[in-house]
């Protein structure tokens, strides 16, 4: 049993231009994760042959905001049509709105009911969109330690739950494992328990948030639970090279990462 893996544009080979680095992750076999993509040649992307599993599916407002969800539902739908000419399969949102770095456009340190109920109506509209068009949004969870403070109902328990509450198709988990093992840990038992609400994978290893092995997380012994549970979807690493930008660094990471998920 084989898992479709995919590597980060964004974080390796940066070096190369964008379209470089897409058409050179594709040649190795692997597919393509964005982030934003506005202001980019989306036609020289798709020309590249490469199949795109995910990109960020908005740009403004928060899921759990009632001031701004609005936001989020109308940026989702205006990158619908980019979504659509590279064939990416998941949009990926957030619990909150992130701003430069990373950082919480609107730090808040405490969640409220209403943040969960504004959640849960945000993500059952964003699964009403995702049908029309035959798009995943994907929640990913985050970690407030260390890349996202400010970020309320970030941990993976906490994106687990709404997905499951929601209970759509078209609204799945984006499961970091490289932001659970800082928040939250005990990640063979969160695969095992959000499998059913799992759309797609990121992985990178704690510390450092470079490519499986560089680190402490156990990613085969994450491997062989996910192929016991029959988990056959997309492994996406969002993670640098720890050689660095250049093209022998990327090109061993993703050796490195294919290793950690092929079966022994």
């Known amino acids: 049993m084989t898992f479709r893996l995919a590597a980060c544009a964004e974080m390796i080979y940066g070096e190369l231009p964008l379209g470089e680095r897409v058409r050179r992750i594709h040649d190795q076999g692997f597919e393509v994760e964005l982030w934003d993509t506005r202001g980019r040649d989306i036609a020289a992307l798709a020309a590249t042959g490469a199949k795109f599993s995910s990109m960020s599916g908005y740009f403004g ?26 064939g990416v ?12 770095g990373g950082r919480a456009v609107r730090p808040t340190h405490r969640s409220t009911g209403e943040m969960w109920l504004t959640g849960l109506r945000t993500l059952e509209k964003l699964g009403e969109l995702g ?5 995943v949004f994907a929640l990913e969870n985050l970690n407030t330690i260390l890349d996202h403070p400010g970020i309320p109902l970030a941990r993976a328990k906490d994106t687990h739950a709404l997905v499951k509450a929601v209970d759509h198709p078209n609204v799945k988990m984006m499961l970091d494992l490289y ?5 939250e840990g005990n990640l063979i038992e969160l695969v095992r328990g959000a499998q059913a609400e799992i759309g797609e994978i990121q992985v990178a290893d704690v510390p450092g948030r470079f490519e499986p092995g560089t680190g402490e997380i156990n990613y085969p012994a994450i491997a062989a639970t996910l192929r016991a549970a029959g988990y056959t979807g997309v492994i996406g690493m969002e993670a640098g090279a720890i050689g660095g930008q250049g093209i022998a660094a990327g090109d061993a990471a993703l050796a490195a990462f294919r290793a950690a998920f092929s079966p022994n």
């Open 179 to 183: 932001h659970a093992q800082i928040g």
């Open 61 to 86: 407002g928060s899921v759990i905001d009632p001031a701004n969800a609005h936001e989020v539902l109308s940026s989702a739908e205006k990158l619908i049509p980019t979504a659509l000419e590279l």
């Open 89 to 100: 399969e998941r949009m990926v949102v957030h619990p909150a709105e992130l701003g430069e």
């Open 131 to 135: 049908e029309r068009h035959g798009i």
